[in-house]
């Protein structure tokens, strides 16, 4: 078995497409968050993910014996470098993001925790993880939700709004649930798993939020994102925070909504749905099952 496991996937869409996200300011971004002293510390929410993508991906156990290699690639040189030695043959693959540098029907399985969400053109980036897998290969992977620092995004308008006349983005888009599946199954994966988990991290202040965004490398890299705010925003900002979500001990929530997804690429051995007209009862019929003769049905 070969495992692939990646930290940021993409591609190149066959159609035109839309650049929302600067790809050289995220590599800066995490390549300052990756040397920082302390990085490890900024680690606790993708190590919690990551720690759910493996229970998905197998269980309570995992048997390391089966693995044959293990390729590793990020856009962020100094992120690859912080990588901890492992007993599997771990090859480490500096790539742009944009991109995946890998043959066709290449590898058994493809993991991406926290990642996805900072990729340009997800359906491409979903169709190239489905080119490199082999078939019957699994994609697994974890992205940041739509509802993510809801709170955050709410007090930053309400405060510029109020001392600047108007807003501009502070918080990156993200991608909704409900648009998932459809994107998974348009890339040609079959046999669907799309599930959803919220991540709620409190902390002293908003300033706190800040600057454990900044150190684990997730700051907003959208090509309209503000980047400078004003003292008196801030202020504002951390009042209304407080005020709309503060808890009683004094902290204040941040929610990352995290979305998770499995899909396989198709194979001739894998369980293919019925025909339709096929079945040989009715969902009538079913309702009827283990009711005394002589019943009526209410």
Avoid at 230 to 242: E, N, S, V
Wanted: with cysteine.
């Amino acid at each position: 078995l070969s495992i692939l496991t990646l930290r940021s996937l993409s591609g190149i869409s066959q159609n035109r497409r839309m650049n929302v996200f600067s790809r050289e300011m995220k590599q800066r971004q995490k390549d300052w968050a990756a040397q920082l002293q302390d990085s490890q510390q900024y680690d606790y929410l993708r190590q919690e993910v990551g720690s759910r993508v493996a229970d998905r991906a197998a269980g309570p156990t995992f048997h390391t014996e089966v693995v044959e290699r293990f390729c590793l690639t990020d856009v962020s040189q100094q992120s690859l470098r912080r990588m901890r030695p492992s007993e599997i043959p771990t090859h480490c693959v500096l790539a742009d993001e944009e991109f995946l540098p890998f043959k066709e029907n290449t590898f058994d399985l493809v993991v991406s925790s926290l990642a996805l969400h900072w990729i340009n053109d997800l359906p491409g980036a979903l169709r190239q993880i489905h080119q490199v897998l082999k078939p019957d290969g699994v994609f697994i992977g974890a992205m940041v939700g739509g509802e993510t620092l809801y709170e955050l995004r709410c007090s930053l308008q309400l405060a510029e709004t109020e001392r600047e006349g108007g807003f501009s983005p502070h918080i990156s888009p993200y991608t909704a649930v409900t648009d998932l599946g459809n994107l998974l199954g348009q890339a040609g994966f079959n046999m669907l798993t799309v599930d959803i988990d919220d991540i709620q991290v409190h902390y002293p202040g908003i300033m706190e939020v800040m600057t454990d965004l900044q150190g684990m490398g997730e700051s907003n890299c959208a090509w309209n994102r503000k980047s400078l705010l004003h003292r008196d925003t801030i202020l504002a900002a951390a009042a209304i925070y407080k005020e709309m979500y503060g808890s009683e001990d004094g902290s204040i929530p941040a929610t990352f909504e995290i979305l998770y997804m499995i899909g396989w690429k198709p194979h001739e051995s894998q369980a293919k749905p019925a025909k339709r007209g096929s079945a040989t009862a009715s969902f009538g019929d079913l309702s009827k099952t283990g009711r005394p003769s002589g019943t009526d049905q209410p």
